[in-house]
């Protein structure tokens, strides 16, 4: 197909033989207009992997009245060809699954250790001759009455919005930093496909939990529930079916 061209570039002058500008292949396809120069330029460095540029490719090439599974088998040969020859000019990243099931062990014998060393520091202390200090407690010291007064109850110690979701359920905010895409899938049903620019902050709403796929873990901020979330990864990196909120499930294998 195509003479030898791209993929990029059968794209492109179908698109232009067409008379249609890339802005009106956008709204009619729903797909951003930078992802679609992206596809055209056989530029895939933002994206997580073949799998899902095929997925895109397929809906641009299906509108565009091409055949989609030639051109998406001629853009595996593409990758593979790329691979073959060590470049990097289609820039697709090897995934990188954030298991949490496997950092659970670690966490573990982190907060096992924890206690042994307090002992033995005092241990250590006491062998020095000096008086060890008292122990800090981590809770905080009640609150003495007057005389003839009654002790106030304890305030209740706040619980993560992390953990359960409200009565509106989740609320997750993202703002990019960088260019971005990303999936998101709401409640095990809706997904959203992204292309996020410098600048562009989204937020979507679930009962539950959502897994995010990223392709540039590096260049998104998130907040949960008013609750800013620590990095996801580093830029550039790849990550797949994140759980937010957080829970010992591994990521599902796709």
Do not use: C
């Amino acid at each position: 197909m195509g003479g030898g061209m791209t993929v990029g570039k059968i794209l492109r002058e179908r698109r232009e033989a067409k008379g249609l500008t890339r802005e009106q292949a956008a709204g009619a396809t729903r797909i951003k207009p930078v992802f679609l120069q992206a596809m055209e330029d056989d530029d895939y460095r933002f994206l997580p992997d073949e799998l899902y540029v095929i997925r895109f490719l397929h809906e641009y090439a299906a509108f565009l009245g091409l055949d989609a599974t030639a051109l998406g088998n001629q853009f595996l040969q593409q990758v593979s060809h790329a691979q073959a020859a060590g470049t990097a000019g289609l820039g697709l990243k090897e995934p990188v699954r954030l298991s949490l099931r496997r950092l659970l062990p670690a966490a573990l014998l982190l907060v096992a250790a924890v206690p042994v060393l307090v002992i033995g520091y005092s241990l250590y202390t006491q062998g020095q001759g000096g008086r060890p200090a008292p122990p800090r407690s981590l809770l905080p010291s009640p609150a003495v009455s007057p005389p003839g007064q009654p002790a106030p109850l304890p305030q209740a110690q706040e619980v993560p919005a992390l953990l359960t979701p409200g009565p509106e359920g989740h609320l997750l905010r993202i703002q990019a930093t960088d260019l971005t895409w990303l999936s998101v899938t709401i409640d095990g049903r809706e997904v959203r496909d992204v292309l996020l620019q410098p600048g562009d902050t989204v937020q979507w709403r679930a009962r539950e939990r959502f897994l995010l796929t990223v392709g540039n873990a590096g260049g998104i901020h998130l907040t949960l529930d008013g609750q800013v979330l620590g990095p996801l990864g580093r830029p550039g990196q790849v990550l797949r079916d994140v759980p937010i909120p957080p829970s010992g499930e591994s990521p599902k294998e796709q």
